[in-house]
């Protein structure tokens, strides 16, 4: 006999506890299943932790550079790895437990424990039990990928997930992947007070973001002592005496690197490959991503994938974003898309990378006329208050309709700035209604209206 549900729920990241939620609300009879961690990966081994632990090393940069500001610190400063990992389990701690008991205590909402699998359309096994809805909706998530790199198998490696039980500073951290994943832990273990060595399959650092932004952020990185690697076009990997030894290149000689423990950062892949998916009649794409629609349906009627899984997004604010959309088209009779929304997101090194919209390249290849606004961040008053100038600002308009096409703010609080980028753009109201409006001093954000009326032809 199978336990029968109105709608059930497979994961609890980000879209997964906030739709059971609604859904138990407005009546309906819900399972919410879980293997895991609940909160999933932005609350365990993702945005939370490493946020925290990004405070922490910025507390470090500060303590180091303290001098700078008049500040005399007597004495050696020095990272407490133990407690910076207590901090860390505390916060997050609070937070997957604040996930777990709202589920647990949302009438109409039964919690199921275990591994799900589909048996068919309709009905979901989780260890001997059996549900099953006419409404099923996957929020399963992602995990860190393992690439095929010849000698791994012979080298012990971390990913995000292990680096949430490092409470000790590795003497060397060697990162395989400059992208937003890697380039966080390298920045904080190099603040802790590691030797960092980054290495980085393409020829630039954060390859989907623009080639001005790729090097400032490594002039960031090598500024803080960070060992950068580019073109490495084929890594292997292995082991001298207690040292872990990664060769980078075949097509131009040999060169080499060396660490003391390695970190792969090289991607993410769906948690979709042991979910039964073929007996529901689910259709993936080739990198095992769920097809959706606009509105997030899958092909098979009655199954939804919301989240990472359903590579429409890989971030927090996305699927989040799609909880807000399915819930939207089913409970409010307000029509939302995915097409809707205007993509955004933010690399949390010091200082943060704020973006929205598209790429210079983007717009290049999309046949615009476009206008472009620049400034660095040794001209904006704020970041020069605060000793902090690396980076700059900008901004991509369409020259005939006036829209905001894109922007990157790569400076002090640039992943909080980037949303007047953001809202405007969602607002689809012409950059003039940005530019004159009136912006508090003194804040990165002042300059958005100044860099506005300074375009060039991009
Ligand atoms: C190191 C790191 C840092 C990040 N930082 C940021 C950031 O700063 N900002 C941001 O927006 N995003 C960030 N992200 C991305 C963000 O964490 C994810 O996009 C976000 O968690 C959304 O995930 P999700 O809702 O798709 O599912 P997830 O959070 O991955 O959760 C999926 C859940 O489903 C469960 N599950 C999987 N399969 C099954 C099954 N068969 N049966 C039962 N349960 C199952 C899992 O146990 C998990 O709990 C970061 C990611 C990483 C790895």
């Given at each position: ?224 002592g960070v060992d950068v690697h580019l073109d490495s076009k084929c890594i ?142 040794t001209r904006v008053s704020r970041a020069v208050e605060k000793g902090e ?70």
């Amino acid at each position: 006999m199978a336990d029968s549900y109105d709608a059930i729920v497979i994961g609890t990241g980000q879209a997964g506890p906030p739709l059971a939620v609604r859904l138990a609300g407005a009546g309906m009879k819900v399972a919410v299943i879980e293997r895991g961690l609940f909160g999933g990966t932005c609350v365990n081994t993702g945005c939370i932790p490493t946020k925290t632990m990004v405070a922490s090393a910025y507390a470090a940069r500060i303590a180091q550079r303290a001098a700078d500001f008049g500040v005399r610190i007597d004495g050696h400063v020095n990272v407490d790895m133990k407690r910076v990992k207590a901090r860390k389990d505390e916060i997050s701690g609070k937070s997957r437990s604040g996930v777990e008991s709202w589920l647990e205590n949302t009438p109409n909402c039964t919690v199921v424990r275990g591994h799900a699998r589909f048996e068919s359309a309709r009905e979901v096994g989780v260890g001997g039990t059996r549900l099953i809805a006419e409404k099923i909706f996957i929020n399963v998530g992602g995990r860190a990928r393992v690439p095929e790199m010849p000698g791994l198998d012979q080298v012990s490696h971390l990913n995000n997930s292990s680096m949430m039980h490092v409470d000790f500073l590795p003497r060397h951290l060697l990162v395989v992947g400059g992208s937003y994943i890697g380039l966080e832990f390298a920045q904080m273990f190099r603040r802790f007070g590691s030797e960092v060595t980054v290495v980085e399959m393409s020829s630039r650092l954060v390859s989907r973001e623009d080639e001005d932004v790729s090097a400032a952020v490594k002039e960031i990185f090598e500024n803080e002592g960070v060992d950068v690697h580019l073109d490495s076009k084929c890594i292997t990997v292995g082991k001298n005496g207690g040292e872990i030894m990664a060769t980078l290149d075949c097509e131009n000689g040999p060169r080499e690197v060396s660490g003391s423990h390695l970190l792969l950062a090289v991607g993410r892949r769906p948690n979709t490959d042991d979910l039964g998916l073929d007996k529901a009649g689910v259709t993936q794409d080739t990198h095992e991503f769920i097809v959706v629609d606009d509105e997030l349906r899958t092909n098979v009627p009655g199954i939804w994938a919301l989240g990472d899984c359903n590579g429409r997004g890989a971030f927090t604010h996305t699927s989040y974003n799609d909880y807000e959309i399915v819930a939207a088209n089913l409970l409010d009779h307000d029509h939302r898309r995915v097409s809707d929304r205007v993509p955004a997101h933010a690399l949390y090194i010091d200082p943060p990378l704020g973006r929205a919209g598209m790429t210079d390249a983007e717009v290049r290849t999309s046949g615009r006329r476009a206008m472009v606004g620049k400034r660095p961040m040794t001209r904006v008053s704020r970041a020069v208050e605060k000793g902090e100038t690396q980076g700059f600002m900008k901004v991509v308009v369409d020259a005939d309709s006036k829209m905001i096409l894109g922007a990157a703010i790569l400076g002090p609080g640039g992943d909080e700035a980037i949303h007047c980028i953001v809202d405007v753009m969602s607002a689809k109201a012409p950059y003039p209604v940005l530019q004159r409006t009136m912006h508090i001093h003194p804040t990165v954000a002042e300059l958005i209206p100044t860099v506005l009326g300074e375009l060039k032809e991009l």
